[in-house]
């Protein structure tokens, strides 16, 4: 079948816009008008040269990649461009319908000099999609995202403590510590500490077999109700969807972007892309590599430039940023899927955009723990795998009963607007940015939902506590302890103030808070055990230590007999069974050798927020460098090439198909061929019906 390729044209023209004609602008301030001049487009533009472009096109198509970085290029003086107009062209706008265009731009002597220009009123940075086919509203976006960058400018003013008030601040925190830890918790020889009135109510006043009842009972309650629901039907492999599937699933991914934020991911993003490529068409994936530095810090674009793939390089050396800018590079699509650079989809994996309705505005995906090549791993790694899935049960009982807490930070879907305003409430920290994703998505109206029909892979640590094997890239700790103890728990503490202040005053998901507030309350509940645990332990094992061996004996019987049922039921039904040596052994160990990391982690993150908070953080949008790297990925894609490229009808091509993205600053030649999607004469047929590599081909 022959391949009739797309000849993209542009119908843009860069018309400086006489200084005359500005004078007839009407304003009611000089403010108003110092914004407005700021608003206005670049004629400083880099020339598009379309004799080079052609030549490309002909030599294996237009690179996707693109570099990323707040350094601002040299740009060439402006060139002259005939002032004729081209035809009317029937194109396609992303909505998939044709039109017929009229010429956009005209040229200075036919514009009116009688007539004002009326100035675009700025905006805040609104979260609303924009309209990416008029120029009116493109110059509008600039405009606002100048006006966050300027209030992100002046917060950080605000924000900013100078170095003798954050030291004063931190040494001050510490001396707070000591004094709490001696003259409450301690208090000998001057009054007795609450640690020993502690003991006195435990031994004279507090019935321990009530106490341990209650507890115990809780805990019961959260561990088996999960098992009431099993997982849902594993969807069909690829041969076997339907033409109904089929379509729904290309229908899908035709309206999403997946992100993959990374960090010195060179060694491991290779197979992700691979996997990712029998779901999405190359336009849709975008790699957003990142780091503190102005160029990258590996070879991270090199690997993704065989695929054809868009890639991105971020300045900033922070996820959530680079999910920032990722929102803002692919707003062209009403949903995102946020992924880690380690995880493989695999070629079933179902897209369900569909189920982000009403108040679900966040799915989040089962995952499995693997070790190197999607193998069983290690034990540990193998532990990890009873224990992600447990949670992903968990999360989807919740997720049914109103919101699940958060989703995996591994893979999530959302709607690209909501998530946009998520970024309005998520308070910025760098750490633990997932589980503040789903604490601002529960504020904002947003319910949580899990989708069990697949477990997506994710390579995990190899070991609990000594460094093993393992193929983790970037920011990927090769220890749990690493893990757990040094970023995952970090907030736990904090985290009680977040979550008891949606307790009590967010009720923007109606009937849906009950279930919500039932999954937060876990959360407060077993952090109060964790930190309570290094006092009450030992005073029940010196009162009562016969008693207390019995029961936390029982507790971990009724935590065996709790994960034999998940095992036995659940993971049988979905053939993803555990190992009966991991479960019964291994597993044990590896839940109280995490039980005293959790405790231990609350306490060293005590320590730590002494510094962490002695320097302000801003939001996200608040942020000055979050915003320069969107402002000026904004800029240069409207300025140096179309965001969305409007394609030409031609006959035998399939107009459907969105058009590539031009990112960002600078071009990167590629090295090799570039892999292009064949386009069929075949219209109806979009999308491959069948595997996206049967359909690939090397030009």
């Known amino acids: 079948m022959s391949i009739k390729r797309n000849a993209r044209h542009s119908i843009v023209e860069d018309v400086p816009i006489p200084r005359p004609l ?25 020339p598009y040269n379309h004799a080079a472009a052609a030549s490309q096109k002909q030599h294996g198509g237009l690179n996707r990649s693109f570099s990323l970085s707040t350094r601002r290029v040299q740009r060439p003086a402006p060139v002259s461009r005939p002032q004729t107009n081209p035809p009317e062209l029937q194109v396609w706008e ?74 004063l601040f931190e040494y001050a925190i510490y001396v707070v510590l000591i004094l709490f830890v001696y003259f409450v918790l301690i208090g000998m020889p001057l009054w007795k500490g609450a640690v020993w009135w502690l003991y006195w109510v435990v031994a004279h006043k507090f019935v321990i077999q009530g106490g341990y009842a209650i507890t115990i009972g809780l805990a019961a309650l959260y561990a088996f109700l999960p098992l009431l629901i099993l997982f849902e039907k594993d969807p069909p492999q690829k041969d076997e969807m339907s033409e109904v599937d089929l379509e729904k699933s290309a229908e899908n991914a035709k309206t999403t972007a997946l992100l993959i934020p990374c960090y010195k991911s060179a060694n491991i993003i290779g197979p992700t892309l691979k996997a990712a490529l029998e779901i999405f068409p190359p336009e849709n994936i975008f790699v957003i590599a990142n780091g503190n530095s102005e160029t990258p810090l590996d070879n991270t674009e090199e690997v993704c430039q065989p695929y054809g793939v868009n890639h991105l390089w971020v300045p900033i050396g922070s996820k959530i940023v680079a999910q920032f800018a990722g929102c803002y590079a692919a707003k062209g699509f009403e949903n995102v899927l946020l992924i880690d650079d380690d995880c493989a989809l695999p ?35 193998q532990a990890q795998d009873l224990e992600y899935k447990m949670s992903g049960l968990q999360r989807a009982f919740f997720g049914k009963l109103g919101s699940a807490t958060f989703p995996h930070g591994a893979i999530s879907i959302w709607n690209t607007d909501f998530l946009k305003q998520t970024f309005h409430e998520h308070p910025g920290f760098s750490v633990s940015e997932d589980w503040f994703f789903g604490d601002s998505c529960r504020r904002l109206g947003g319910r949580i939902t899990m989708c069990s029909s697949v477990f997506v892979e994710t390579e995990t640590p190899s070991s609990v506590f000594i460094s093993g094997s393992g193929s983790r890239g970037g920011f990927g700790e090769m220890t749990i302890f690493q893990q757990r103890f040094k970023r995952w728990n970090f907030f736990f503490v904090v ?3 977040y979550d008891m202040k949606y307790i009590l005053t967010s009720w923007k998901l109606g009937w849906w808070e009950i279930g919500a507030k039932l999954a937060v309350f876990q959360e407060v509940y077993e952090t109060l055990i964790y930190l309570l645990a290094p006092f009450m332990l030992p005073i029940s094992f010196i009162v009562r230590p016969a008693f207390s061996g019995m029961l936390l004996g029982v507790t971990i019987g009724m935590y065996i007999i709790n994960v034999i049922i998940f095992n036995e039921i659940h993971l049988r039904l979905k053939k993803e069974r555990i190992d009966w040596i991991v479960m019964i052994f291994y597993y044990t160990f590896y839940k109280i050798a995490l039980t005293f990391i959790n405790v231990f982690s609350c306490y060293w993150s005590l320590y730590k927020y002494a510094r962490y908070f002695a320097k302000r953080h801003p939001k996200v949008i608040e942020d000055q460098q979050a915003i320069e790297v969107v402002l000026s990925l904004e800029q240069d894609t409207d300025s140096d090439f179309e965001e969305m490229t409007l394609r030409v009808a031609a006959p035998g091509v399939d107009s459907t198909r969105p058009a590539s993205k031009r990112l960002t600053l600078t071009r990167v030649e590629p090295e090799y061929p570039q892999r ?9 047929t979009s999308y491959p019906r069948d595997s996206w590599n049967k359909r690939m081909s090397w030009i």
């Open 676 to 684: 292009r999607w064949p386009l069929t004469d075949d219209t109806t």
């Open 347 to 381: 070629p079933n994996f179902p897209i369900v955009s569909d189920r982000l309705k009403g108040q679900v505005k966040c799915i989040g995906y089962t995952i499995k723990s693997v070790g190197p090549n999607s193998s069983k791993g290690t034990y540990c790694q």
């Open 495 to 497: 985290g009680m103030y």
């Open 22 to 46: 500005l004078a007839t602008a009407k304003f009611d301030s000089p403010w108003e008008q110092t914004k407005w001049e700021k608003s206005l487009p670049r004629n400083d533009r880099v």
């Open 94 to 167: 992303e909505i998939g319908t044709p039109t017929l265009l009229a010429p956009r731009v005209q040229s200075p002597s036919r514009l009116s000099e009688k007539e004002p220009i009326t100035p675009i009123k700025n905006a805040a940075l609104s979260p609303t999609q924009l309209s990416r086919s008029s120029s009116r509203t493109q110059h509008s976006r600039q405009s606002s995202m100048h006006e966050a960058y300027e209030k992100a400018k002046a917060r950080g003013v605000a924000l900013h403590r100078k170095y003798w008030v954050r030291v």
